[in-house]
């Protein structure tokens, strides 16, 4: 009876110690929660303030009544539609050639045998640790003597060669797949091009969903490289256009804010829809066999 006690006594205190730990971490990711839930619900506070709640203390956080018409009259202060088409413009064709180059790249440094890979690719790696400020006046002098400024092309055309980040990304991922697919299919007198287009690819979409979607986010967001390249109003992202919201003596905090949560909106809602391959492509789990 002694053993059969001491038993159940180890099994209830298995569970309290279970339980309570559960409670602890689910109160870390509810703090943690509402920690990174406060700027953007504050973001939306502010978008449907009048103006003379703005700077108000204590801060009013549920304004009343809701202005709604500050997101129309965001809309209409700036071009905010020709800048959302401009802002698609850079960043579909982004997305598109970086997850494209990327994978053909990372395909060459993880399934083809070839003198010197792994040499190449440290080099490729090591590119990861130069700053965007050490390139960025060469690179500016580069397309200058190109004509280039002033259009899309520096924001695009070097997506078409890969980004070092998503090519380790995709490499990794690629080297978890099997390598028998690989000989089988050059046994059946498949090219190279062919097993990377038609058996690689389809079984990396979640490595390939995770490159694209941090390529759209990262080029949707994009504010520096728009304001070293592009000087005309009419060609400006939603991120340099934010700026007309600004005058010399103020700005329209309210229009600015409301203008801002639209522009927040897709990337949330891109995020949610792609949630479930995004995390499985971060974690690179590949084909158990």
């Not at 804010?257 to 891109?270: D, E, G, Q, R």
């Amino acid at each position: 009876m002694k053993a059969v006690d001491g038993d159940f006594n180890g099994r209830a205190s298995q569970r309290r110690s279970d339980l309570l730990r559960q409670t602890l971490v689910l109160f870390l990711r509810l703090v943690v929660g509402i920690t990174v839930a406060i700027p953007f619900f504050w973001l939306i506070s502010t978008s449907l303030k009048p103006e003379a709640l703005l700077f108000r203390v204590p801060v009013v956080w549920i304004p009343r009544p809701l202005h709604w018409s500050n997101y129309v009259d965001a809309v209409n202060y700036i071009p905010f539609f020709r800048y959302l088409m401009n802002t698609l413009y850079i960043a579909v064709p982004a997305t598109v050639f970086t997850t494209f180059s990327s994978s053909l790249v990372a395909y060459g440094f993880s399934r083809i045998q070839w003198p010197g890979r792994n040499i190449v690719f440290f080099v490729l790696i090591s590119t990861m640790m130069l700053p965007f400020q050490v390139t960025m006046i060469p690179l500016f002098v580069v397309f200058r003597n190109l004509g280039w400024i002033d259009t899309f092309l520096p924001l695009v055309v070097p997506t078409m060669f890969g980004n070092a980040f998503f090519i380790f990304l995709m490499r990794q991922f690629f080297m978890t797949l099997p390598m028998e697919l690989q000989d089988a299919a050059r046994i059946d007198g498949c090219s190279e091009l062919r097993i990377y287009w038609q058996i690689i690819l389809p079984l990396a979409r979640p490595a390939l969903a995770t490159t694209a979607l941090l390529t759209f986010i990262n080029f949707w967001n994009e504010f520096m490289m728009p304001l070293i390249y592009i000087n005309s109003e009419s060609k400006f992202p939603l991120a340099l256009g934010l700026q007309q919201f600004q005058r010399q003596f103020g700005a329209e905090w309210a229009l600015l804010m409301a203008a801002s949560t639209l522009m927040t909106i897709p990337v949330i809602v891109l995020f949610f829809v792609t949630q479930k391959t995004f995390i499985q492509g971060i974690a690179l789990t590949g084909m158990k066999g």
